[in-house]
């Protein structure tokens, strides 16, 4: 039977390493509280020089140069991301697809928040499934940075900036072999617990065809974290259990579960809920911050070159953010 497999990881962070004694003055709090609350220590700030789409250019060419595929084998571009470097279009995709030289790709921007990558890999194994000559490319790129107000005190000390990205090619697995399973989901009605004013859902004046527009603020990023919170919590452990009764074992026979780094809190209600280990759950979140759809795939190129996933391993991705949405994947490593 033909599976999608991963080939290759890649990431990037940014220079710029922001601690919690940076942060601290603007909320009116201290380093310790910030990480006694989040788990966080620092995150990675971009400059001025860099963007979604740079990030996740460089994060494309470590996955490539890991793989060892060449740029003109991939036929498929898929970015996930909050921050893309135009509000609608070009495509930031697009933007990655030509600073790599992918010039045989199809390539387009997915929006599902936190759970975007997630989103991207179950994306591009059913087009890998019609394409088995090809090889795609899923890109996880934010700045975050860019949308958040340094002075809130709910949301401030939360995120960080970076890219990660995985080659899929299609591998033939011996039938009865597979370790395969999906939740993809979403929840319209909790759009406001996590939401940014901008794009075209407000009119900027009543009468744009004769009025001019002299000044537009600066839509942030707003969130109820005592609502998300709750809803982390249920919905990372409901994607877990759900991936686990497709395939018919107990979430305590996985060896890795890489979970949208949020908040060090939420994963470990998560461990507690679900009565496992918390060395069970993969974490990079101390030294990175929430890095949104970014988040998983700098954790698997992390896990991948410090030797914690190894071949075989059986291995969960959940996501969980804004829209609602969540996703999650069950794998045994490469496989997916």
Known sequence: MKMA??????????????????????????AEWIY?????TCRHVAD??????SMGAEAGRRALESSGVSPDEIGLIIVATTTPDYGSYPSTACLVQSAIGCMNAAAFDLSAACSGF???????????IGNTSSKALVIGSEVLSRQIDWSDRSNAM?????????VLSVDDVADGQSFSASVLGADGSGARMIHREAGCRLALCDDPVHETVSTVSVPYLKMDGHAVFTFAVRKLDEVVRQLCAQVSVEASALDLIFAHQANFRIIEAVSRRMKLPIDKFYLNLKEVGNTSSASIPLCLDKATRDGSLKHGMRIALAGFGAGLTWAGVLSRWPYL
């Open 5 to 30: 497999k991963v080939v290759g990881t890649g990431s990037y962070l940014p220079d710029r390493i922001v601690t919690n004694a940076e942060v601290a003055p603007r909320i009116n709090s201290s």
């Open 36 to 40: 006694s609350h989040t788990g966080i």
């Open 48 to 53: 001025s020089s860099e963007s979604a789409a």
């Open 118 to 128: 997630v989103y991207g890999l179950e994306m591009a194994k059913g087009w890998l």
């Open 158 to 166: 939360l995120f960080g900036d970076g890219a990660g990205a995985v």
